[in-house]
């Protein structure tokens, strides 16, 4: 699935085509995906003008003077943008066509799954971090209000594993599976350790190994497991990087040791027990 490097890689790819721009038409080629498409999208929207993009967490967010369309990939979802009369697809669900000074554009989104998600938030409807899917979630990882002092402080009475701990989202957001197990290596903290047994100093280390991490993953487009690609249809490389995720049995890059796997909360963990304590 997607992870937030993802996401802002595709933000970034996305947002010189279609800020600032015209909305001509949108195009619907079924009902919905996860969940229905917003009924009057495209009356809401045509005519309007974009304004800028941003993501939150895993959403990527396309703001207008009305309201925000929230965007999200799911598990095999991607945007491209392309060029007008490109024909679609079987899997091409969703087509934003926007026009400006440089003519007109097709922001369309790819989802062969069909788990990802197009919602409309009208600003009538209060603030975004309103919304259902957004008023729940924790603070971003690469802004200035994450920190070690913030995980040490929210952890206290939190027994459980600290990768489960983080890829809950309440207290920070969009540090999926991958870079979870990536940024732990870095910290040098065991997944299995229980959230509320780690001081300090460890938590600030562990933050900035999570920012460093994803930020690092951004800067190479992001990893390309099966389905992902940027809007170019180019794939991301941190995967070349790895030090533990799905490097079962290969040893570490650090110590040599074997790196394990093990389930957690139904999804796969790898680690080095010698480097991990």
């Known amino acids: 699935m997607p992870e937030l490097p993802e996401v802002e890689v595709t933000r970034r790819g996305v947002a010189p085509h279609i800020e600032g721009r ?3 038409a949108v195009v619907l080629r079924r009902d919905g995906l ?3 498409f917003p009924a009057a999208l495209g009356e809401q929207l045509s005519g309007q003008t974009i304004g800028l993009t941003g993501r939150r967490g895993k ?9 925000t369309l929230i965007i999200h990939l799911g598990m095999s979802g991607h945007l491209r943008v392309l060029p007008p009369g490109t024909e679609a697809l079987k899997h091409d669900h969703f087509d934003l066509v926007v026009s400006g000074d440089d003519g007109e554009q097709v922001l369309r989104l790819t989802d062969p799954r069909r788990f990802g998600a197009v919602l409309w938030h009208d600003l009538a409807d209060g603030p975004l971090d309103t919304h259902a899917l957004l008023r729940g979630l924790g603070v971003e990882p690469l802004e200035g209000a994450f920190t070690g002092q913030l995980l040490f402080e929210k952890t206290r009475n939190r027994g459980t594993n600290i990768k489960q701990v983080l890829l809950a989202g309440d207290i920070v957001v969009g540090v999926g599976n991958i870079y979870c197990s990536e940024s732990l290596f870095r910290a040098g903290i065991n997944p299995k350790t229980p959230a509320k047994r780690i001081g300090l100093a460890r938590y600030e280390k562990l933050a900035q190994a999570i920012r460093d991490v994803l930020a690092e993953a951004i800067i190479q487009g992001g990893s390309t497991l099966r389905d992902f690609i940027n809007v170019n249809g180019q794939s991301g490389y941190f995967q070349q990087t790895y030090f533990t995720y799905n490097r079962t049995g290969k040893p570490c890059r650090v110590c040599g040791a074997p790196i394990r796997q093990i389930v957690q909360g139904q999804r796969s963990t790898f680690y080095c027990v010698h480097c991990q304590k």
């Not at 959403?59 to 309201?67: C, S, T, V």
């Open 22 to 24: 015209a909305v001509r």
């Open 34 to 36: 996860r969940w229905p």
């Open 59 to 67: 959403y990527l967010l396309i703001h207008f003077q009305h309201g």
